[in-house]
């Protein structure tokens, strides 16, 4: 909610779609404004009704391939937070395995994924299991940073309560470690989610047959701007309505965790 006041003083809460929706228009305005006035020729920026008329007349095209995008995100990002979360926390509680492994790490993060892919194809050709392991890449480091941040953010006194009244090591991380490192946790979620967004369509376009990528892919191939825009706009309408569910949790589990 983003509060805003009246000329007579009183507070408005304006919900986060309104505020969104808002900026959405803009861009819109701004982009029809500049193709219209500025007489942009529709292969170099196409108008947004003419992109927009594009997708209502291949719905099912759209759909299969938002659906295939869709499946590879949520197998990559599950997987990164899979592995990511007992690895961070395991980092955060082991000193001599932070100073092994982190570095390593470290390594895997900094180094470019598309590097990787060749390697990937090549083992296990085109596809979903080829791109899921980039998306979960580009998910683990954060997820896992955070993790360890999170942990270490926990006051020591905390830890000699819990201690002096005798709670086992699976009661303290449920009920010190956890809720401390949850807002961490709930922050990296969105980071990676974001990023998962974009490494699938990136991933799509390198190493698979199905997708928003490889609709992109067949447009550049075919010169089609429209076409590319199309997917461009769909791409980020699915990044801010994943952003949009993903704090439906975030706030439910962070309330629940202060209450």
């Not at 861009?27 to 529709?42: E, G, N, Q």
């Not at 499946?71 to 955060?92: T, Y």
Request: hydrophobic share 55%; aromatic share 12%.
């Amino acid at each position: 909610m983003v509060g805003l006041r009246s000329p007579s003083g009183k507070k408005i809460n304006l919900p986060d779609w309104l505020i969104a929706s808002f900026w959405i228009l803009v861009v819109a305005a701004m982009w029809f404004a500049a193709v219209r006035y500025l007489k942009i020729p529709d292969y170099i920026l196409p108008s947004p009704e003419l992109v927009v008329a594009w997708i209502v007349d291949r719905p099912g095209y759209f759909l299969a391939a938002t659906a295939s995008t869709l499946e590879l995100i949520a197998i990559g990002f599950c997987a990164g937070i899979a592995a990511a979360i007992p690895v961070g926390f395991a980092l955060a509680k082991i000193q001599w395995l932070e100073r092994t492994l982190y570095p390593f790490i470290v390594f895997l993060q900094t180094m470019p994924l598309i590097t990787i892919v060749p390697v990937l194809i090549i083992w296990l050709g085109y596809g979903l299991a080829s791109t899921w392991i980039l998306v979960a890449f580009s998910v683990f480091f954060p997820v896992a940073v955070n993790t360890i941040t999170g942990v270490r953010s926990t006051p020591d006194r905390l830890f000699f309560v819990t201690r002096t009244m005798g709670a086992s090591r699976l009661q303290t991380w449920r009920h010190v470690d956890w809720p401390m490192a949850l807002p961490y946790l709930m922050s990296a979620f969105r980071i990676s989610l974001a990023a998962a967004v974009t490494v699938s369509v990136v991933a799509e376009f390198i190493a698979s047959n199905d997708g928003l990528g490889y609709a992109a892919l067949r447009a550049v191939k075919n010169r089609d701007t429209v076409q590319v825009f199309a997917v461009v706009l769909i791409t980020a309408a699915l990044g801010v309505l994943l952003n949009a569910i993903a704090q439906v949790p975030e706030q439910r589990l962070l309330r629940k965790y202060r209450d």
